[in-house]
Structure formats: structure tokens, C-alpha cells
């Protein structure tokens, strides 16, 4: 027996020291591609000596001769510390993620391929500036030559990503960089799917006039009525079914509600206490693990400029010189429509123009896929687009037979100088350069927020299409491809787009929310991104007479939710400290309760705090029961709930109220008993989930943001290892905004937010601080992978300084290109 157990030791000891080995082989191959940044590097590309200098925090402070020089700094840095983040976006871009990800990713390829982002950007390399073609050569010169030093030296092929999903890093051309600005449209584009949603509420309800209730317009002046979709085609089948794909992590294609969001806000030195400007920008988008941002600043031949940037691209897209800021915001300009195309019934691979039928520009597009054999995709195009298929935004669902869809879009095209118009802001000296330089930009459509030294401004930049007064459905809903007057006839002119330079007030600002009100066909858009936050920011703003860098701050990081203080009163209006005295744990008592602790509340979404879990659930709850009955599964596609929606319903603006009654039940309800049934279904749900404990919930425990890694972040015991989540204050309607992830079994996850975060005093220029939400590394074994997360939760900053002497005080290393 004894003899056993000696070898059953021998054994498990065995064991123990080949997972020990295992472990050690893996920590030594993944820390290959760990970069080394205090080295002196001989390379091609170059014609003098460039230093890329990194602060305390990694990041890099690049100086060169020529501004091509420096740009080949940037390249090589954004290779050294996000090379798998560069190549997942070219490859997303490509349409080619199937060559490492097999089938999953299939649908993604497939529909990229359709909408054919690179060829765009192959043929827009032609239509850039001369100072753009440069930069985009001169960039992708020092990703090549990262790439070169790490094939003569192998370093771990760059990233340890690239040992799970082996494949040929081929060498980065412009064409690339500018794929990936288009990229960044499609994930900041969703008029497309709202337009599709719009069209399938309409066939869902009894009545299509209620849609406004469900998909209300922003306040303001009312549109036109529009028509019924089932008056557009009467052929389609209200209830129709499709399939609709399933979401992959690394699909571009926002979800609805998450088509970009972000705040930027601006003081003139009339309004500032120490009498400069002030520029504050938190542009959103979804999480991750690295952040999409990288901090980095370029010493250029027009002065140093530091800030934002998304690897892959050699701007600094929000960011500050010596005598400019500049920020981002999403415009919401309507710059997509969804057309659907009748088929030629005597010959398919023809569709209906206005001047007849027409045959499809079609083109065959091969997809490898690995660990199966490769598909044949055949692309068609119209000439008001793509044809997209129908199993994407659910098209399927409200196409009639004998036709398909198709989208006009303004990022479709060979002509997109938006990465020159970057690179032109980023060089301005003053307001009215930068707003000229932006001129030329095209998509995704975004609101610059502008300061000097003097002047505050702001511009919607971005192509708007040109419609026509007569069409069918203003661009809310498809329409029908064949009729002239849906068409888009070119764009708005430039000088059209909303413009404020030098307000009266000293003050503005943007949260996403409605910046003009134009009747169709010369407005902007009528879907918004926000109506909420915007009224704390005025609230803000308009409570002092001057501001400082630590007031905007203060403003970046609010979490008081404007929602929470205007609807609570309105859905508990009948239920405020009300009803019987109840035995503890029955409904009754526990409704009390948390009745109880949210009359007491500010509205607050603190992490620390009980109510916010609370209102969250019971509002959720409340718009599930609003709407099932009348939408059916439809409902599960309302993710979030819309402020404005339940607003209505319960002040009963053009009979909205209606949505309270049950139809599938006999009795009539109120809307005091709807409130008072979903306030029970929250509290079931939060016992079920968190206990019966009310006073001791955290907010912060249910609302963790969740910066994942998009593709080994999922995979059982070591997603946690690429994983960085916290606890955190905010939420959807919140400054600190917060978007929750609407969907089981964690919906009230932190899954899109502010993943940079700038404040620039040019009163005080190097007090200027910025942060991004985790590290510059996307390497898991660096320390700097998520030295930034928790300053960046806690809401605290590291310093903007354009100052070479501090960067190199705290330089933790110097790495040198020199020109072989």
C-alpha cells in the first residue's frame, strides 16, 4: 500500500511540474512581445533620428525632423503596444476575421464584404491631400518596421494573441488607416436599424399611429404625418418571420442605443475664473480590453499636439495644441436610408429605377473560413447601394416578397477625405482654420467642438444628404428604390451645417442631444442620441458664473440622473406613502420599503448606493409590461427604456395612457396599477439576484463595467486573466454616462462609456489632464495593460503636458529610431 501511494505522489508531483513547466513556456513566449522601450533601434523608412519618449504612465512623447518622421514614431509605438488591436480592426475591416475565427465570424465577413469598406478605401487613397498621402505612408512605414524587429528578433510574433490565432501579419499599407476610419462610421452609424425597427413597430401595432409613443421624437416642433409602412408595401407580411443572426464580440455593427455617444463642452474666458478657455471632451464607445483610445502626443513642424488617438491612425482625433482644442461628439445627422428594391419577376439579377430595370452591379468576393472549405459571397449593388441581407437588422422582416433591401450611406464612397480633414484639424492654429480644415470630412458624421486661445465654437462636420420635399418617408422608414423623388440628390452644402462660434452666453456644449430644429427636407436629423443629460449639463453650467478646469471636471464626472428626479414622481405619483401597514417579507411591506428609500433619494447613481439598483429595475420592468402585449417578441428588441416614452405614458400626451391597459385582459388598467405590478416584478428580480437585503444593494455591483477582451475574453478560467472589471457610479441618462447592457443575464452591466476623457485650460495649458479607461498595453503582462483603470474609475487624471523637459524627467524610457 505504501509502495502506491509513493508512486501515486510520484505521480501527481510529476504532474504539478509539467503544469508548472506548461505555465512557464507560456510566461516566457507571451513575454517575448513584451516591448522593450529604452533601446536604440537602426531601421529603414526614416531620414533622421526620431525619439519616442515615455512618460511615467507609457505615453509616448514622439520627436523627429519632419513631421513624416514623426508620424513613423507613432506608427511604430501604436505597433509596439497594440499590434493585435491593429490587426483584428484591419482584418474587421476586410471582411476577413473567418481566416482565424472559422464560421462564428462568418456573418460579419459576409456583411462587411457587402458594404465594401476597403475597396472604398483603396480607391479614397487617391483623393488625399499630399501632407495625408505622407503621413499614411510615413505611418505605415514604422508599423513595418515594428514588424521587421520582431521578425528579425523574435518577439513572440508581437502579441501573445498571436500564438492562440496564428496567421501571416501582412505589412501595413494607407489603404488600411483609412479603412479603418470608415470602420469607426459603422460602429458610430444607427439610423439604419432604427429606420428598420421604426417600420416593424408600425406593422407589429394595431394601431401605427402609437409608434410616436414607442419611438418618440425629441421635444420640439412636430414633422409631417408619415405614412403606415404597410401603405408603402402593401404585399409585406405584418407578421413575418426571419432569421436574424447572432451577434459576434468583434461584430462592428452597433446594437440599437449604442451607435455612438459622447460630451464635450466649452467656456469662453468671459465665463472661465482664470480667463482662458476651456474645452472638456468624453467621446463614448463600447468597452474593451485595450480601450479603442491611445494616448500619445506628436512634436509636428505646426507646434506639438497631444490627445486621443486609435491605433491604426495617425491623428490625434480629440485632443490639444499650444493654441487649439478640439473635441468630438456624435452628430446623429441622418446620413443613412434603407431602400427596398423590386426585382425584375422576369429576371432576378435586374431591379426597378426610375428609368426602368436596371441589371445589379455584381461581383464575386471569396471568404476563407477556418477549418472549412471557402464560400463564394456574390456582392450586388443598386445604384442607391449595397444590397444587404436579410438576415441583418432584421430586413428579412420587412422586405415583400420579389424585393430586397439595399442602404444608401454617406461612408459608401471612393471620394472620403475625412482622414485629411483630421490631419488639418489636428495642425490648425485657431477656430476658423480648423472649422475650414473640416470642410473636406465626410463620415461618420460627428459635432467638433472647438476652442482657442480667444474664441469657443462649434460644427457639425460630416457629409448630410440632399433629399427631396416629396419623399415618401422623410428617411424614418425604407422606401421604395424606384421612385425618384426617395432618392438622394448629392449633399448639403457645407456652410449649412449647424454652426455656433463665439455664443453670447460664453457657454455651449453637446451631450448627443437635438442642436437645431429644421423642417424636412433641410434638417439634420429626427433621431437623437440624447434628451436627458443635456438638461443637467444646463444645470451645470448655469450655476456659476465662471468656470474652472476642476468645475468641468466636476461636470465630466457627475452622476446626478435628470431621469430618475423627473419620472419618479410621475410613476409613483399614486404610491408615495401609501397603502396599509404590512407583515415584514410580504409584497406589501417590501414594495414600502423601496418606496420608502427612493422617496428619500436624489437621483444619485452612486455606486455605493441602494436606489439606483432600485429605480433601474423597476423602470425596465415597468417599460417590459408597457409593451409586451402590444409588441409581442418585438418587445425584447426595446432593450433599454426611453425616458421619453414613459413620460408620455403617464402624463397622457396624446392619449398615451393607452399603453397601460392590458389588452389580453378583461379589466382596465391604470397606470398607478402598472406601476405599482412592475415595482413588484423589480423586486422579485432583485431578490431572486441580489437578497431581500434592500437597504444594503449596491448600485456598483450590479452596473460593473465590463472592459473585456472581444475574443479571448469569453473563454472560460482565463477570460479573467484579459478581463478588467469594476465597480461604478453613472448610468444611461447620467453626465458619467454609463450605458447598461439591457440584456440577461446582466443587464445593468457598464458595457459603453467614456473610454477617453480630456479637460484642456488654456489659461493654464500643461494643467490639462486626460485619462482612458484602462492601459496603453494591450499586452496582458504589462504593467501599463490596466495601470489606467482605476484612476480612471475613480475619476482621476493624469497630466497633458506638451512640456519635452517634464516628459523626459519621468520618462520610464527612451526608444530611438535611427535610419539604417
Same mark, same amino acid.
Do not use: C
Given at each position: 500500500?505504501?509502495?502506491?501511494?509513493? &508512486?501515486?505522489?510520484?505521480?501527481?508531483?510529476?504532474? =504539478?511540474?509539467? /503544469?508548472?513547466?506548461?505555465? +512557464?513556456? !507560456?510566461?516566457y513566449f507571451a513575454s517575448r512581445s513584451l516591448?522593450?522601450?529604452d533601446r536604440t533601434i537602426e531601421t529603414a523608412g526614416l531620414g533622421a533620428p526620431v525619439e519616442i519618449v515615455r512618460d511615467n504612465a507609457n505615453v509616448p512623447h514622439i520627436f523627429g525632423a519632419s513631421d513624416e518622421d514623426v508620424f513613423f514614431g507613432l506608427g511604430f509605438a501604436h505597433a509596439q503596444d497594440r499590434l493585435w488591436q491593429m490587426t483584428m480592426l484591419r482584418r474587421t475591416a476586410q471582411g476577413r476575421l473567418s481566416e482565424l475565427f472559422g464560421e462564428a465570424t462568418l456573418g460579419v465577413d459576409t456583411f462587411l464584404r457587402r458594404l465594401d469598406l476597403y475597396g472604398y478605401a483603396r480607391q479614397s487613397q487617391s483623393v488625399q491631400d499630399a501632407y495625408t498621402t505622407a503621413a499614411l505612408k510615413a505611418y505605415s512605414a514604422g508599423v513595418n518596421a515594428r514588424l521587421e524587429q520582431i521578425n528579425a528578433e523574435a518577439l513572440g510574433r508581437g502579441a501573445p494573441e498571436m500564438f492562440v490565432f496564428n496567421a501571416p501579419i501582412a505589412p501595413w499599407v494607407p489603404t488600411d488607416s483609412l479603412a479603418i476610419s470608415? +470602420?469607426?462610421? @459603422?460602429?458610430?452609424?444607427? $439610423?439604419l436599424e432604427e429606420e428598420v425597427l421604426r417600420a416593424r413597430v408600425s406593422l407589429a401595432l394595431d394601431d401605427p399611429s402609437r409608434v410616436a409613443d414607442v419611438m418618440p421624437d425629441h421635444p420640439g416642433p412636430g414633422i409631417a404625418v408619415l405614412p403606415e409602412y404597410a401603405q408603402l408595401f402593401p404585399t409585406v407580411e405584418r407578421h413575418a418571420k426571419a432569421r436574424m443572426e447572432q451577434r459576434h464580440p468583434l461584430d462592428p455593427v452597433p446594437e440599437r442605443g449604442f451607435a455612438g455617444a459622447s460630451n464635450a463642452w466649452a467656456a469662453a474666458p468671459n465665463r472661465s475664473a482664470a480667463g482662458g478657455t476651456l474645452l472638456a471632451n468624453d467621446p463614448h464607445l463600447g468597452f474593451s480590453a485595450p480601450a479603442i483610445w491611445f494616448l500619445a502626443r506628436l512634436e509636428l513642424e505646426s507646434g506639438g499636439v497631444i490627445g486621443g488617438t486609435i491605433p491604426g491612425m495617425p491623428a490625434v482625433l480629440t485632443g490639444r495644441s499650444a493654441r487649439l482644442g478640439w473635441g468630438l461628439t456624435t452628430a446623429?445627422?441622418?446620413?443613412q436610408d434603407v431602400y427596398i428594391e423590386k426585382l425584375n419577376p422576369d429576371d432576378t439579377g435586374q431591379y426597378l429605377t426610375p428609368d426602368g430595370y436596371k441589371p445589379f452591379e455584381s461581383r464575386a468576393s471569396i471568404i476563407n473560413i477556418k477549418d472549412a472549405a471557402p464560400i463564394t459571397v456574390q456582392l450586388r449593388w443598386t445604384e442607391n447601394g449595397p444590397v444587404l441581407p436579410p438576415s441583418r437588422y432584421g430586413l428579412g422582416l420587412i422586405?415583400?416578397? #420579389? $424585393?430586397?433591401?439595399? =442602404?444608401? &450611406?454617406? =461612408?459608401?464612397?471612393?471620394?472620403?477625405?475625412? !482622414?485629411?480633414?483630421? *490631419?488639418?484639424v489636428m495642425r490648425a492654429q485657431s477656430v476658423e482654420e480648423a472649422i475650414r480644415a473640416a470642410e473636406v470630412y465626410v463620415a461618420p458624421a460627428q459635432n467638433l467642438t472647438l476652442v482657442d486661445t480667444e474664441t469657443i465654437a462649434l460644427k457639425t462636420i460630416g457629409y448630410v444628404p440632399r433629399r427631396d420635399a416629396r419623399h415618401a418617408s422623410q428617411g424614418r422608414i425604407p422606401s421604395q428604390g424606384w421612385r425618384a423623388e426617395n432618392r438622394w440628390d448629392g449633399r448639403m452644402p457645407y456652410l449649412s451645417n449647424p454652426e455656433f462660434v463665439a455664443p453670447v452666453s460664453g457657454l455651449l456644449g453637446n451631450t448627443n442631444n437635438k442642436t437645431v430644429e429644421r423642417p424636412f427636407p433641410n434638417h439634420i436629423s429626427f433621431m437623437w442620441g440624447d434628451a436627458q443629460r443635456v438638461r443637467r449639463w444646463q444645470n451645470l453650467m448655469q450655476s456659476r458664473e465662471v468656470h474652472t478646469r476642476d468645475s468641468f471636471i466636476e461636470a465630466q464626472l457627475d452622476t446626478v440622473s435628470y431621469t430618475a428626479r423627473s419620472l419618479l414622481p410621475l410613476i409613483g405619483a399614486d404610491l408615495w406613502f401609501t397603502g396599509d401597514a404590512a407583515p415584514d417579507g410580504?409584497?406589501?411591506?417590501?414594495?414600502?420599503?423601496?418606496?420608502?428609500?427612493?422617496?428619500?433619494?436624489?437621483?444619485?447613481?452612486?455606486e455605493h448606493l441602494p436606489e439606483p439598483l432600485l429605480y433601474a429595475a423597476w423602470l425596465r420592468a415597468l417599460q417590459t409590461r408597457l409593451?409586451?402585449?402590444?409588441? #409581442?417578441?418585438?418587445?425584447?428588441?426595446?432593450? $433599454? =427604456?426611453?425616458? *421619453?416614452?414613459?413620460?408620455? @405614458?403617464?402624463?397622457?400626451?396624446?392619449?398615451a395612457s393607452i399603453w397601460c391597459d392590458v389588452k389580453q385582459s378583461a379589466p382596465v388598467e391604470t397606470c398607478t396599477d402598472i406601476a405599482r405590478a412592475a415595482l413588484d416584478d423589480a423586486l422579485i428580480w432583485i431578490e431572486e439576484r441580489w437578497g431581500d437585503n434592500f437597504e444594503a444593494l449596491r448600485w456598483g455591483d450590479a452596473h460593473q463595467a465590463t472592459h473585456d477582451h472581444q475574443v479571448l475574453g469569453e473563454i472560460p478560467l482565463i477570460g479573467g486573466i484579459f478581463n478588467i472589471r469594476q465597480s461604478t457610479s453613472g448610468g444611461d441618462n447620467t453626465l458619467l454616462r454609463g450605458r447598461?447592457?439591457? /440584456?440577461?443575464?446582466?443587464?445593468?452591466?457598464? /458595457?459603453?462609456?467614456?473610454?477617453?476623457?480630456? !479637460?484642456?485650460?488654456?489659461?493654464?495649458?500643461?494643467?490639462?489632464?486626460?485619462?482612458?479607461?484602462?492601459?496603453?498595453?494591450? $499586452?496582458? *503582462?504589462?504593467?501599463y495593460y490596466d495601470d489606467l483603470a482605476q484612476l480612471w474609475r475613480r475619476g482621476e487624471y493624469i497630466p497633458m503636458s506638451l512640456d519635452p523637459d517634464l516628459a523626459r524627467a519621468a520618462a520610464v524610457g527612451i526608444t530611438t529610431l535611427r535610419p539604417r
Open positions: 500500500m505504501a509502495h502506491v501511494f509513493r &508512486w501515486l505522489l510520484r505521480i501527481a508531483g510529476g504532474l =504539478v511540474l509539467l /503544469v508548472l513547466l506548461a505555465l +512557464l513556456g !507560456v510566461y516591448p522593450d522601450y470608415k +470602420l469607426l462610421a @459603422v460602429q458610430l452609424s444607427g $439610423h446623429y445627422v441622418d446620413d422586405t415583400p416578397p #420579389g $424585393h430586397v433591401a439595399s =442602404v444608401a &450611406w454617406t =461612408v459608401l464612397t471612393g471620394e472620403d477625405t475625412s !482622414v485629411s480633414a483630421a *490631419l488639418g410580504t409584497p406589501e411591506r417590501k414594495r414600502q420599503r423601496a418606496l420608502s428609500l427612493l422617496a428619500s433619494w436624489n437621483g444619485e447613481m452612486n409593451i409586451q402585449d402590444d409588441l #409581442g417578441p418585438l418587445e425584447k428588441e426595446f432593450t $433599454h =427604456v426611453d425616458p *421619453l416614452f414613459i413620460e408620455r @405614458v403617464f402624463r397622457d400626451i396624446d392619449g447598461t447592457s439591457g /440584456v440577461e443575464p446582466d443587464p445593468f452591466f457598464n /458595457v459603453h462609456g467614456a473610454g477617453y476623457r480630456g !479637460v484642456y485650460d488654456f489659461a493654464d495649458p500643461d494643467s490639462s489632464v486626460f485619462i482612458i479607461s484602462t492601459g496603453q498595453s494591450g $499586452h496582458f *503582462l504589462s504593467r
